[in-house]
Nanobody, 128 residues
Framework: QLQLVESGGGLVQPGGSLRLSCAASGASLDYYNIGWFRQAPGKEREGVSCIRSSGSDTKYADSVKGRFTISRDIAANTVHLQMDSLKPEDTAVYYC?????????????????????WGQGTQVTVSS
C-alpha cells in the first residue's frame, strides 16, 4: 500500500524559499500522479501543483505559477516542491497526495477526490 511522508516545511521570511519533499514507500510512483495541496486556517483546501507519473506534464495553480516548481526524483521515489518568492498568503499546511493512473490519466489538481493516498502534511509559515 502506498504511503506518503512530507518533509521540509518550516518558518521562512517573505521572499524566502523552501523545498518540500514527498517520499513514497510501498509502491512505485511510476503508476501515480502526485499532487500538492494546501489548506490554510478557515480556508478550503487548494490544489497547488501536480506532476504526471511520467514527469512529462506539470500543472500549477495561478497563485503559485512562476514561483513554485514541482519535480520527481525517480531513484528516490520522491516528489519535490521548490517554493521560491514565498508570500504570507502561502502560509498553510501542505499535503502531497497520489492519484493512480487508472483513476486519473492526466494530472489534474482540481480533482482532489481522485487522489486516494495522502500524507500527514507539513506546516509552512511565511512571516517576518
Amino acid at each position: 500500500q502506498l504511503q506518503l511522508v512530507e518533509s521540509g516545511g518550516g518558518l521562512v521570511q517573505p521572499g524566502g524559499s523552501l523545498r518540500l519533499s514527498c517520499a513514497a514507500s510501498g509502491a512505485s510512483l511510476d503508476y501515480y500522479n502526485i499532487g500538492w495541496f494546501r489548506q490554510a486556517p478557515g480556508k478550503e483546501r487548494e490544489g497547488v501543483s501536480c506532476i504526471r507519473s511520467s514527469g512529462s506534464d506539470t500543472k500549477y495553480a495561478d497563485s503559485v505559477k512562476g514561483r513554485f516548481t514541482i519535480s520527481r526524483d525517480i531513484a528516490a521515489n520522491t516528489v519535490h516542491l521548490q517554493m521560491d518568492s514565498l508570500k504570507p498568503e502561502d502560509t498553510a499546511v501542505y499535503y502531497c497526495a497520489a492519484a493512480h493512473l487508472t483513476v486519473q490519466a492526466m494530472c489534474v489538481i482540481s480533482s482532489a477526490m481522485d487522489f486516494g493516498s495522502w500524507g500527514q502534511g507539513t506546516q509552512v509559515t511565511v512571516s517576518s
